[in-house]
C-alpha cells in the first residue's frame, strides 16, 4: 500500500470547491451587483465571501537584545523570526501577539504599543506587531520553534530572517532605537516572503 505525502498549504487553500452549508460545487463568478469574482453556490445562493487574514506578532526586548526564534516549520523553516502568527477567531491583535510570543518562545512579555502595520495585498494579509517588553530571560520555545535566543542589534542575522515583513519591522525598531522614539510605521509590500 502506498499512501500518498501530505500536501502542504501555508496559509490554508483559498479557493472553496463545494459548498460549506449545503455541499453543491461552487462556482466562481461575479454575483449580481458586485464587482468581484466569489465563490457562489447556485443551488442555495450561498456567497462565500474570503477576506485577507491578519497576521499578529511582537518585537520583544530585554535590555539591548531582542528576541528570535527560529522556525522548526515550514515555511521558511530554519530561519529565524519575529514570535508572529495567525490571529485566531475571538481574540484581540493584542491577545492573539501575546497567544504567539507565549506559543512560539515561551517568554513572558508586557505588551507595549503597537508598532508596524504592514499591508501584503498579494498574500491577501495585514501584519501588525507591537512593540514588547520581555521581563523574565526564561524563554520555553514551543513546537513551531527550533530555538528562541536574544540578539544584540549588530548580531541580528539580517541575512537568515524568515519574512520581509519581520525584517523591515526590525529595521524600523533599530532605526528608532537610536533615538529612544518610535512611531507607528504603516506600509505596504508586495509579499511577505521574500526578504
Ligand atoms: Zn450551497
Request: with cysteine.
Amino acid at each position: 500500500m502506498t499512501s500518498q505525502a501530505p500536501t502542504f498549504y501555508f496559509p490554508a487553500p483559498r479557493a472553496q470547491k463545494y459548498c460549506s452549508l449545503c455541499g453543491t460545487q461552487l462556482s466562481r463568478r461575479v454575483p449580481p451587483e458586485d464587482n468581484r469574482v466569489r465563490d457562489v453556490c447556485d443551488q442555495c445562493g450561498a456567497i462565500h465571501y474570503q477576506n485577507p487574514r491578519n497576521v499578529v506578532g511582537v518585537v520583544p526586548v530585554y535590555g539591548d537584545r531582542i528576541l528570535l526564534c527560529r522556525r522548526a516549520i515550514e515555511p521558511r523553516l530554519g530561519k529565524w523570526t519575529l514570535p508572529a502568527g495567525f490571529m485566531e477567531l475571538g481574540e484581540t491583535t493584542a491577545q492573539g501577539a501575546m497567544r504567539e510570543t507565549q506559543e512560539e518562545a515561551g517568554a513572558q512579555i508586557e505588551l507595549g504599543q503597537l508598532y508596524t502595520i504592514i499591508d501584503v495585498p498579494q498574500a491577501e494579509q495585514v501584519h501588525f506587531f507591537y512593540l514588547a517588553k520581555v521581563v523574565s530571560p526564561a524563554l520555553y520555545p514551543g513546537p513551531e520553534s527550533s530555538e528562541a535566543a536574544f540578539f544584540r542589534v549588530e548580531d541580528i542575522p539580517w541575512n537568515e530572517l524568515s519574512f520581509r515583513t519581520v525584517s523591515s519591522t526590525l529595521r524600523h525598531y533599530v532605526e528608532d532605537a537610536r533615538t529612544g522614539v518610535f512611531p507607528v510605521h504603516h506600509y505596504d509590500i508586495p509579499d511577505a516572503e521574500s526578504n
